[in-house]
T-cell receptor
């Protein structure tokens, strides 16, 4: 089955700086790579996703890149703000389900 | 429109009791998923429905876990003879299906087995 590794487990950045979270996956059949943001006690919220036929996707301050050959994908957040503080999960899969990473706790320092 | 809803939001069960967790997906969503999220971990896949058909139940941890979606809309996850290790948040997600993969999660049911 699919295995997703996510790094780092905790990331602390100064407000206004950029944050990068990296994930690797094992199953070459995976063709869909979403990122979720989860605040304490809340549901995971989809923030951005990418399909395997695309190398990069951007939505305002958030971007995701995918390297299919190396089987890794990354989340980039620029100009971080206090409200970006949360746990971020990457996932890999397709129409029939997702395998999640263990999460990255992003801390935005004022 | 209304998002995915789940009930109850919190459930405390004594070890050995049976529990039933309900999920109401977004109207019109063909695909429905159940995940288990332990404290400090990412969601783990349990099972997947396309309409009323359960196409994958490979993630169900034991035969004490059973899920159904008889009319292709509301789904119920049932856990029989609960054990302490079943304590977790149970998340339901739905997606439009076909070529649309985006999954939207419900708020989860926090199950505590004492």
């Amino acid at each position: 089955g699919e295995n997703v590794e996510q790094h780092p487990s905790t990331l602390s950045v100064q407000e206004g700086d950029s944050a990068v979270i990296k994930c690797t996956y094992s199953d070459s059949a995976s063709n869909y790579f979403p990122w979720y943001k989860q605040e304490l006690g809340k549901r995971p919220q989809l923030i951005i996703d990418i399909r395997s036929n695309v190398g990069e996707k951007k939505d305002q301050r958030i971007a995701v890149t995918l390297n299919k050959t190396a089987k890794h994908f990354s989340l980039h957040i620029t100009e971080t703000q206090p409200e970006d503080s949360a746990v971020y999960f990457c996932a890999a899969g397709g129409a029939d389900g997702l395998t999640f990473g263990k999460g990255t706790h992003l801390i935005i320092q004022p | 429109g209304a998002g995915v809803s789940q009930s109850p939001r919190y459930k405390v069960a004594k070890r050995g009791q049976d529990v039933a967790l309900r999920c109401d997906p977004i109207s019109g969503h063909v695909s429905l998923f159940w995940y288990q999220q332990a404290l400090g971990q990412g969601p783990e896949f349990l099972t997947y429905f396309q309409n009323e058909a359960q196409l994958d139940k490979s993630g169900l941890p034991s035969d004490r876990f059973f899920a159904e979606r008889p009319e292709g809309s509301v789904s119920t996850l049932k856990i029989q003879r609960t054990q302490q290790e079943d304590s977790a948040v149970y998340l339901c997600a739905s997606s439009l299906g076909l070529d649309v993969y985006e999954q939207y999660f419900g708020p989860g049911t926090r199950l505590t087995v004492t």
